[in-house]
């Protein structure tokens, strides 16, 4: 089996906005540091370590929220270092996220079928709405929810709302941040 990501020594040094200097740049603070791993397609990698160790941070390098300051990121045999927005756009439909916390990830003047039918609009898929209430019976909400906000749904609904919008476009890789953290014991 091939592998969908290939990461060779990966940095990443963000700012440190708590020792920023009145005048000046703010001091760099290393984040990744020489990381190197595989993760073959088709198959599900748990990435574990403790809380600070860089885990979102890795995940969002690999999706290219964040861009790294130093390594490769092969998607698919494509190196997706640098590729700037114009040339990740074609590679958005298979990179997708669910976020840690939904309610800071979903937008709340837009109703749940909106939230999750615009991914399918941007990327030109037919019948985005049909395909929006299918996904949201996936993920055992109902049809009934796409007229809903996200403030009237519980943490866990609003969770299986990120789930929802992030299968809709059947993509390739799923980069999912602790998305069980605001679900109940019994949906876990």
């Known amino acids: 089996m091939a592998d969908l990501f290939t990461v060779r020594d990966l940095h990443l040094s963000l700012p440190d906005l708590n020792a920023r200097p009145l005048f000046g740049a703010a001091p760099r603070i290393d984040i990744l540091k020489g990381l190197s791993l595989t993760i073959p397609a088709g198959q599900v ?72 039918a615009d991914p399918l609009r941007v990327n030109g898929i037919d019948s985005a709405e049909a395909r929006a209430l299918d996904a949201l019976d996936r993920v055992q909400l109902g049809r009934d929810f796409a007229g809903r906000y996200p403030h009237q749904l519980s943490g866990g609904q609003r969770q299986r709302v990120g789930i929802a919008r992030a299968i809709a476009l059947n993509p390739r890789f799923i980069l999912c941040d602790e998305i069980v953290s605001g679900l109940d014991v019994s949906t876990q």
């Open 45 to 116: 990698t748990g990435i574990v370590g403790e809380s600070g160790s860089g885990k979102s941070t890795l995940g969002r390098c690999l999706i290219r929220l964040l861009e790294p300051t130093g390594g490769q990121i092969d998607f698919d045999g494509t190196d997706i270092t640098h590729l700037g927005p114009a040339g990740l756009a074609p590679m958005r439909r298979d990179l997708q996220m669910i976020f840690q916390d939904p309610m800071s990830s979903l937008n709340p003047r837009h109703t749940v079928g909106r939230i999750v």
